[in-house]
């Protein structure tokens, strides 16, 4: 029996065969690329264009196969070691693209708050606000369908890895909005709440911190695992180290969907920065943490928790762990 061949020459042909035996998109895909709005625009003096939103599926294979493609024709070749830099640049284009959607959205916002606050109730005014909120709102549903590209791109990486992707500046958070068409100042109050939630995750925060000179993921895993499995809705914030006991934390909280947040130095406050950093570490008011042996940071870090009376696990770099405090 002879077996057919066919040939495919797009993303979308790769997709359609892909898909014939492969489930529905992600949760994530389905909200992202689904039409918010009757029409769109996106860019100033084009037409408003009714067309709808790529086929999701077709876009999450489209974004495996960008990243996933790349480690799979490197692999075992003398340019292997690259490809975890080729793939970091292309899941930060999608950030890029992202963050400059999301700009040019608040840009529009602000054009819709002139107008709200100038606004005469003549025709020719409620004429403009409609349309600026239209602008703002593709913008906003472009912004979306990039950053769960983003999203998704980084997940692949993170597979191929086993490190989280992490942008150079900035947060990484979509919004997977639903639609709805509201008044302008309602629609302004709750785009900035939808802002809000997206950059600050609810929940008990557990603190975490160590030093850059650890290999023992087991131990630190084992530990964050155990404290999940207590605090199912915890929020991780660690101290935004690029490796070490932060790297793996950061690892261990992008496999396990735990929020994380990072708190990076500030840079202005000198010999302070560390130190300050860890004061807004305490300031979460967290209800756990994590410490391990590093630098005299760290020992700080470990003080403050103790006088806090915040419950705690400190670690050693010999392996030796030490009882919760």
């Known amino acids: 029996m002879t077996k057919m061949i066919r040939t495919v020459r797009s993303f979308t042909e790769i997709a ?3 898909a014939a035996e492969t489930a529905a998109p992600g949760e994530g895909f389905a909200a992202a690329f689904t039409e918010t709005i009757d029409g769109f625009r996106i860019d100033a003096g084009t037409d408003v264009t009714d067309a709808g939103m790529p086929d999701p599926r077709e876009v ?4 495996e196969m960008l990243v996933r493609t790349l480690f799979d024709v490197l692999r075992d070749t003398r340019l292997e070691s690259l490809a975890d830099r080729f793939a970091w640049g292309i899941v ?13 959205a608040d840009k529009a916002a602000a054009r819709i708050k002139e107008l709200v606050r100038d606004a005469d ?9 409609e349309e600026a909120q239209l602008h703002c709102q593709s913008l906003d549903e472009a912004s979306d369908a990039a950053a769960c590209m983003r999203d998704h791109a980084a997940a692949i990486y993170r597979a191929e890895t086993g490190r989280p992707w992490s942008a150079p500046r900035g947060s990484l958070v979509s919004s997977m909005r639903t639609a709805s068409v509201v008044a302008a100042s309602d629609f302004l109050a709750a785009r900035r709440q939808r802002r809000i939630d997206a950059h600050a995750p609810q929940g008990p925060v557990v603190i975490f911190s160590g030093g850059q000179a650890w290999e023992d993921h087991r131990q630190l895993t084992e530990a964050l695992d155990a404290v999940r499995q207590r605090i199912p809705t915890m929020v991780l914030a660690t101290t935004a180290q690029d490796k070490g006991c932060d790297a793996i934390a950061a690892s261990w909280a992008a496999r396990t969907g735990t929020p994380l947040i990072a708190f990076t130095l500030n840079r202005k406050l000198g010999q302070r920065a560390g130190f300050a950093r860890n004061e807004q570490l305490l300031a979460l008011k967290p209800i756990e943490a994590v410490v391990c042996e590093g630098s005299g940071l760290q020992s700080h870090l470990a003080r403050l928790v103790r006088a806090a009376g915040v419950p705690a696990h400190f670690f050693r770099l ?3 762990r030490r009882a919760v405090a």
């Open 92 to 104: 930060h284009s999608f950030h890029r693209v992202a963050g400059q959607l999301e700009g040019e």
């Open 121 to 129: 109730g003549s025709e020719v005014m409620m004429a403009e606000l």
């Open 16 to 18: 359609e065969l892909i």
């Open 318 to 320: 010999d392996g030796q």
């Open 60 to 63: 999450e294979l489209a974004t």
